[in-house]
C-alpha cells in the first residue's frame, strides 16, 4: 500500500511536472507569436512612416527642380559642373575596362551626355567634351535646363511607384538569354513563350488575376497610342491565355516580312497577361514544381507582383531605349545574362544607368549548367559586376545568383518520376535560392525593393543639385569680383568725363570763334586795300615796281583806240581784284587748316577722350584737304577758271563787268552842279544809252569830252565859274579883245593837248571807282531786287566786300564747326560708352548680389530636403 501511494505520489509529481512543463511550452509559442507580430506591426509602421518622407522629399525635390529650372530660365545662366572637367583620353577608353570617370565634380543625374534620352548614360552616350561646353556655355545651360524637365517626369513616376504597394519586376537582358524560360520557371508553368531563336518582340506583363473581375484568365492587348485603363475596355483587346504565343509570333512575322528589323511592327504596345496562381497539391502532382514559391511570387496577402518579360537590350535601338524610359516605373531589376557571353556593352550601359537609381540589382547567370571551366566564368563575371553595380558585388551571395533555368524545369519533371518523390537533387538548389531570395527581397525587405530606389534616386539628385548650387555660387562670386573690378577701373574715367564734359565745348568754341575771327580780319585787310588800289587806277595788289605796274597795264594806242583801251583797263583791274579774292581765300584756308590741325591734335580733348579711342576713331576720320574750301562756283565771279570773262553760268557777272562803256571816260562825282539836277546814274544812263554810236562820232563829240578836265580834278566847277566871271570883266576891255581870238585859241589848243596826254592817267581812276560802285550796286540788287536807291549816297566798298567777307567766313565757320563736331561726337560716343559700361557694372553688381543671395538660400533648402531623406534609415544590406 506504501508502495502504491508512493507510486501515486511519484505519477501526481510527473504529471504536475509534465502538465507544467507543457504549460510552459504554450506560453512560450504565445509569447514568440506576440513578438513577431508586434516585430511585423512595427516594420509595417516604419514603412509606412518611411514612405510618407520619401513622398515629402520627393515633392520638395520636385518644387526645388521646379525653382531651379525657373532662375536658370529667368535670372541666369548656369554653369554646369562639368565643365569644370577635363577628360583624359585613357577615361574614354572602352567601357568595360572601368566604369565612366568619376571626379570631384562629377555628377550621377544631372550629367550631361551626347544623347537625348533624359538623365541616362545610354548606347553611344559618354559624357559630353568639357571644351564644347566651355565654348558654348548658353548650351550647357540649355541642356541642364532640358535636363531638369525631364528629372521632373522621372520623379513624378518614382511617386506614383512608392506609393503603389504592388510591386512591378523586370526580367531584362541580353538577347537569347532565356529571359522567357526563367520566367515560366519562377512562376512554376508555361506562360511566356520559348523558341531557340528570339520570339519576344512584345513587353508581356504576367500579374495575378485577381485584379480583373473575371473568373478566365485573359490578355489584355494595349495598342499603341492607348493610356490603358482596366475599368475601360475600349482601351485594350481581350484575348484567351492560350492566344499568347499567337500574339507573339505574329509580331515576329510581320516583323521580317516587313523587313525592319529597327521597328517591329506589332499592333500593341504591351500585353498585359493576368493568370491565376496553381494550386500546390495540383502543381506537386502534375509537374513536381514547387507551386508555392509561384503563389508566393505573384501575391502574398495585400502585396501583388508583376513581372515583366521584355525584349533583349542588344535586339533593336527603339526597345533598348524603352528599357530605359521604363526603369523609373520598375521596382526590382533581374538582369538575365548569358553565362556564355557574358556581360555584353549594352548591358553593362544598362546595369551602370539602373545602379544610378537602384543600389540592388538581382543578376542571374543563367545556361550555366553548360559552362565547363565554372571558375574561370565565374570570376570574369565577378569582376566586371563588381565595376557596374558595387552595391550588388557586396551582396552577391542574395543578388548575384548562377542557375540554368531549362536545367531546373526538367530536373524537377525527372524528380517526379522517380521513386524518392521528397529527395531533390542539388541542381536545384541554386535556382531554389534564388526563389527564396527574390521573396524575401520583395515581401518581406520591402523598404530596400520599395523605398530604397527612391531614396537612392533622390540622394543623388539632390547631391547634384548641391554641387550644381556650389558651382554657381562660385561662378556667381567671380562674377561679382569682375564687375567689381572693371567698375573701379573705369569709374574714375567716368567720373573725368562728367566733370570736364563742358570743356570739350568750351575749348572747340573758343577755336572755332578765333579762327572766324582772324579769317575775317585777314580778308577785309586784303579787300579793303584792293578796293582802295582800284579806285587810285591801280592794280588791286600794289607792287613797288613802276615797271611792273607799266606792264600790268594795257598800251594806251591813242585818241582813236580810247574805248579799247578803257575795256582793256577795266577786265586788268577786274583781274587783279579776283587775284585778291583768291589770296583772301587762301588766307582763309591757311587759318582753317591751323584750326583744324589745333582741334585734333587738342591735349584737353585728347586726354578726355583718351587715346585708344581716338587712335580707333581715326580710322574712320574724313581727311580735311584745303583745297576743297570756296571750291563751289562763286554767286559773283570776277573772272571765269581760264581768266576770260565770257558769257555762261559761271561767268556771267564777269563779263558783264567787263564790258567798257562810255561813262568809263568820265567821273561825274566831281560835276557838283549836275547834282542839282539830275543824279550821276541818270547822266551815266544817258551816257550809256548813247554808248553804241560809233567811234568816229566819238571823236567828233570831243567838245564834250573837255568836261574830262572836272573829272581829273585839274579844277572844281566853281572855280571855273569864278574864272569865267573874272575873265569876262577883263574881256571888256579894249586889249583884251584884240588878243581874245589869239589867247582862246592857244588856251584852247593847250588845253585839248593837256586832256588828250592826261587820258591814260584819268580813264583807270574813272573805271576803278565805277567798278566799284558797280559792284556795290550789283550785290546789293541780287539781294533785294526790288529796291530802287535814288538818293545815290553809297558808302563805297561796303556791300560786295562785305558778301565775300561773309561768304569766307561762312565757309570757315563751316568747315571749322564740322571739325568741331567730329570731335564732340568722338566725345559724346566715348562718354556714352563708359557710362553704359559703368551703368552696365553697376546693374551686374546687384545682380550678382542677387544671385548669391538666391543661391544661398537654394543651398539651404537643398540642404534641409537632402537631410529629410537621409533621415530615413534604410537596412544595411538585404539580409537584416
Partial sequence: MMKNINQQQHSHHYRAQANSIKTHSVSSISSEAEAEQLRVLSETKK???????????????????????????????????????????????????????????????????????????????????????????????????????????????????????????????????????????????????????????????????????????????????????????????????????????????????????????????????????????????????????????????????????????????????????????????????????????????????????????????????????????????????????????????????????????????????????????????????????????????????????????????????????????????????????????????????????????????????????????????????????????????????????????????????????????????LSSLEESVKLAENVARQSTAEAVEAIQDNSVTKNLIGEEQDNQSKIGDRKFNPQAMFSKTRKFPLATSNGTHRAGPSGHCASKLGIATMSDLVDFDRLNWFKSTSSSKSIEKYINSSSTSTTTGLVGSLGFGTLTLFGTGVSGGRALVDALVKVSEIAGTKGFRKWSGTVVAIISVGFGVYLIMDIPRAIPRNIGKKLERELNSMINTKSTPNAVQESGEEEAGIRWIDYEIERMSKETRKVVRLTGFELREKFRNTFESISNQTDQFKVDLEHAIDVQNWLTQYEHDVNQVLGDCTSVNMPCSVTS
Fill in 47 to 573: 514603412f509606412l512612416n518611411d514612405r510618407d518622407t520619401l513622398t515629402n522629399v520627393i515633392d520638395q525635390s520636385d518644387q526645388l527642380i521646379q525653382r531651379l529650372n525657373q532662375f536658370a530660365q529667368l535670372h541666369w545662366s548656369l554653369v554646369h559642373p562639368q565643365l569644370l572637367n577635363t577628360l583624359e583620353p585613357e577615361q574614354q577608353s572602352n567601357f568595360d575596362s572601368s566604369k565612366p570617370p568619376q571626379s570631384n565634380n562629377a555628377l550621377n543625374i544631372l550629367c550631361l551626355d551626347n544623347l537625348s534620352i533624359p538623365h541616362r548614360r545610354t548606347s553611344g552616350g559618354g559624357p559630353i567634351d568639357a571644351s564644347l561646353l566651355n565654348n558654348h556655355q548658353s548650351l550647357a545651360s540649355s541642356m541642364l535646363c532640358s535636363r531638369l524637365q525631364s528629372v521632373q517626369s522621372h520623379l513624378a513616376d518614382i511617386r506614383t511607384r512608392v506609393l503603389d504597394r504592388n510591386s512591378r519586376i523586370l526580367v531584362t537582358g541580353d538577347l537569347n538569354a532565356g529571359k522567357s524560360t526563367f520566367v515560366n520557371a519562377l512562376l512554376a508553368r508555361e506562360v511566356a513563350p520559348t523558341d531557340q531563336q528570339p520570339c519576344t518582340e512584345v513587353m508581356c506583363e504576367i500579374l495575378d488575376r485577381s485584379h480583373i473581375k473575371s473568373p478566365l484568365e485573359q490578355i489584355h492587348a494595349i495598342p499603341h497610342g492607348s493610356l490603358y485603363d482596366i475599368e475601360d475596355p475600349t482601351t485594350y483587346v481581350t484575348f484567351p491565355i492560350d492566344k499568347l504565343s499567337e500574339l507573339v509570333n505574329n509580331a515576329n512575322e510581320d516583323s521580317e516580312d516587313s523587313g525592319d528589323d529597327e521597328n517591329p511592327s506589332s499592333p500593341y504596345q504591351l500585353l498585359k497577361v493576368y493568370i491565376s496562381g496553381p494550386d500546390p497539391r495540383k502543381a506537386r502532382a502534375e509537374d513536381g514544381l514547387k507551386a508555392s514559391n509561384a503563389i508566393s511570387l505573384l501575391r502574398q496577402g495585400d502585396v501583388s507582383v508583376s513581372f515583366i518579360d521584355s525584349p533583349g537590350l542588344n535586339r533593336d535601338t527603339l526597345s533598348t531605349m524603352e528599357l530605359f524610359s521604363k526603369q523609373s516605373t520598375i521596382d526590382v531589376v533581374v538582369f538575365v545574362v548569358s553565362a556564355e557571353n557574358q556581360f555584353t556593352l549594352s548591358a553593362q550601359e544598362f546595369l551602370w544607368a539602373a545602379s544610378q537609381e537602384k543600389a540592388y540589382v538581382f543578376v542571374v547567370v543563367n545556361k550555366w549548367g553548360g559552362i565547363r571551366d565554372k571558375v574561370k566564368a565565374e570570376r570574369r563575371i565577378r569582376e566586371q559586376l563588381r565595376k557596374l553595380s558595387p552595391a550588388t558585388w557586396e551582396e552577391r551571395t542574395e543578388l548575384v545568383h548562377f542557375v540554368d533555368s531549362q536545367e531546373a524545369i526538367t530536373s524537377a519533371q525527372q524528380a517526379k518520376l522517380s521513386s524518392e518523390d521528397h529527395e531533390i537533387s542539388t541542381e536545384i538548389e541554386p535556382f531554389d535560392h534564388l526563389q527564396r531570395s527574390l521573396s524575401s527581397f520583395v515581401f518581406l525587405r520591402r523598404s530596400i525593393s520599395k523605398l530604397q530606389p527612391a531614396q537612392t534616386y533622390t540622394r543623388n539628385l539632390l547631391q547634384d543639385l548641391q554641387m550644381i548650387t556650389a558651382t554657381n555660387l562660385g561662378a556667381a562670386k567671380n562674377f561679382y569680383d569682375d564687375a567689381q573690378a572693371k567698375l573701379e577701373k573705369i569709374l574714375p574715367r567716368f567720373n573725368q568725363l562728367s566733370a570736364n564734359s563742358h570743356l570739350v565745348d568750351e575749348t572747340i568754341g573758343q577755336i572755332e570763334e578765333n579762327t572766324v575771327s582772324l579769317v575775317y580780319k585777314n580778308s577785309r585787310k586784303i579787300l579793303v586795300n584792293a578796293l582802295k588800289n582800284i579806285r587810285e587806277g591801280k592794280p588791286a595788289q600794289s607792287s613797288k615796281s613802276t615797271d611792273a605796274h607799266a606792264q600790268y597795264f594795257p598800251v594806251y594806242d591813242g585818241i582813236l583806240s580810247i574805248f579799247q583801251y578803257a575795256e582793256e583797263v577795266r577786265k586788268v583791274l
